[in-house]
Antibody, heavy 122, light 108 residues
């Protein structure tokens, strides 16, 4: 059973770079059937898709965040990571990693990590 | 892409049925059969309930069903139970993803 777990700093200063890692257990990042995805949820608000990375290293980002986002892959550690630069208070959110089955033709997010709250504040 | 439109809240009594709508455009909901629904309890991660408009993952009760007509998808929960009280989000895949704003379900 695949499980995902986010990790990283819970507090980031404005204008700095937010960095998070998602560790995948029970499955391999090298499968061609999945996109490995980041999604965020500001406190009390809805979900926002950030982007994904494929096992080949190709990426696709939400156009609204594209200029500030980078997602990378470390298959040796079975991890993928998110970097979001020039953060502001508007980037305060719970950040989730999830497995997207769209690469295999069945778009859906399952499973999700438990989420990690990142607060942007000085 | 603009967010999909969901009602902010719906409510129902135990045993009743409710339906949550999710309205998009012909470029997302109406153009693809790639609508999925997620249940989120407070402080928890979202959980997949329906994918590809009407498919239910194993383990999801058959009280949950999905459908689509034109640019509007719907999630129906029949035989409401107390544990169904949660936020529900729809999403649509078109090569990228867009979510609805979420609907708070209250079980009276």
């Amino acid at each position: 059973q695949v499980q995902l777990q986010e990790s990283g700093p819970g507090l980031v200063k404005p204008s700095q770079t937010l960095s998070l890692t998602c560790t995948v257990s029970g499955g391999s990042l090298s499968s061609g059937d999945y996109y490995w995805t980041w999604i965020r949820q500001p406190p009390g608000k809805g979900l926002e898709w950030i982007g994904y990375i494929y096992y080949s290293g190709s990426t696709y980002y939400n156009p609204s965040l594209k200029s500030r986002v980078a997602i990378s892959l470390d298959t040796s550690k079975n991890q993928f990571s998110l970097k979001l630069s020039s953060v502001t208070a508007a980037d305060t959110a719970v950040y989730y990693c999830a497995r997207d089955w769209a690469a295999g033709g069945t778009p859906k997010f399952d499973p999700w990590g438990q989420g990690t709250l990142v607060t942007v504040s000085s | 892409q603009s967010a999909l439109t969901q009602p902010a809240s719906v409510s129902g009594s135990p045993g009743q049925s409710i339906t949550i709508s999710c309205t998009g455009t012909s470029s997302d909901v109406g153009g693809y059969n790639y609508v999925s629904w997620y249940q989120q309890h407070p402080g928890k991660a979202p959980k997949l309930m329906i994918y590809e408009v009407s498919n239910r993952p194993s383990g999801v009760p058959d009280r949950f069903s999905g459908s689509k007509s034109g640019n509007t998808a719907s999630l129906t929960i029949s035989g409401l139970q107390a544990e169904d009280e949660a936020d529900y989000y729809c999403s649509s895949y078109t090569g990228s993803w867009v979510f609805g704003g979420g609907t708070k379900l209250t079980v009276l």
